[in-house]
T-cell receptor, first 115, second 110 residues
Framework: GAGVSQSPSNKVTEKGKDVELRCDPI?????LYWYRQRLGQGLEFLIY????????KSGLPSDRFSAERTGESVSTLTIQRTQQEDSAVYLC?????????????FGNGTRLTVT | DQQVKQNSPSLSVQEGRISILNCDYT??????FLWYKKYPAEGPTFLIS?????DKNEDGRFTVFLNKSAKHLSLHIVPSQPGDSAVYFC?????????FGAGTILRVKS
């Protein structure tokens, strides 16, 4: 596909369970970002991957959140022991990052609902 | 600490008229600004951007204005069309991290 692909598109889970969200970036894009959007709020930065550099994890809200990326391809965002406040749309984006100002290309997001 | 603020949660405009969406920022180190548009159930899509060395950038019906002294930018859409109805996010960056505002819902009435 030509765009950023995220799966699942929707996820409902019980409080306390672990969830894993997946992102397939655009082929050749070296930079990958995770954001989340809570209801009525803006996009909140979570984590940034650039090539083989150490990721910028400064936006992760707690140690229950972690993310991995294999090379310059797929990324997974894992939330352990989910809480109701984790309910949000989780958005992945990639960019070619040939310059720091390359626009981000977003996926359609994963809507996570923690009951 | 909201570094990028969009103080108007919503805006309603008649088709054919101008839409003006506003954004304020607090960090004077931001050097690049972008606008994204988002339809329901889709991810945001890039619309237009401006570097801090410029005060205006135009692309068709869309123009972004930057006032660095006021730390303010705006997006003008003219003429507005019903298909422009969406959520518009302002974003600012220095380096690799984009900071987004909360968004403004634009409704263009036909």
């Amino acid at each position: 596909g030509a765009g950023v692909s995220q799966s699942p598109s929707n996820k409902v889970t019980e409080k306390g369970k672990d969830v894993e969200l997946r992102c397939d970036p655009i082929s050749g894009h070296t930079a990958l970002y995770w954001y989340r959007q809570r209801l009525g709020q803006g996009l909140e930065f979570l984590i940034y991957f650039q090539g083989n550099s150490a990721p910028d994890k400064s936006g992760l809200p707690s140690d229950r959140f972690s993310a991995e990326r294999t090379g310059e391809s797929v990324s997974t965002l894992t939330i352990q022991r989910t809480q109701q406040e984790d309910s949000a749309v989780y958005l992945c984006a990639s960019s070619s990052d040939r310059s720091n100002n390359s626009p981000l290309h977003f996926g359609n997001g994963t809507r996570l609902t923690v009951t | 600490d909201q570094q990028v603020k969009q103080n108007s949660p919503s805006l309603s405009v008649q088709e054919g008229r101008i839409s003006i969406l506003n954004c304020d920022y607090t960090n004077s180190m931001f050097d690049y600004f972008l606008w994204y548009k988002k339809y329901p159930a889709e991810g945001p899509t890039f619309l237009i951007s401006i570097s801090s060395i410029k005060d205006k950038n135009e692309d068709g019906r869309f123009t972004v204005f930057l006032n660095k002294s006021a730390k303010h930018l705006s997006l003008h859409i003219v003429p507005s069309q019903p298909g422009d109805s969406a959520v518009y996010f302002c974003a600012a960056s220095r380096g690799n991290k984009l900071v987004f505002g909360a968004g403004t819902i634009l409704r263009v009435k036909s």
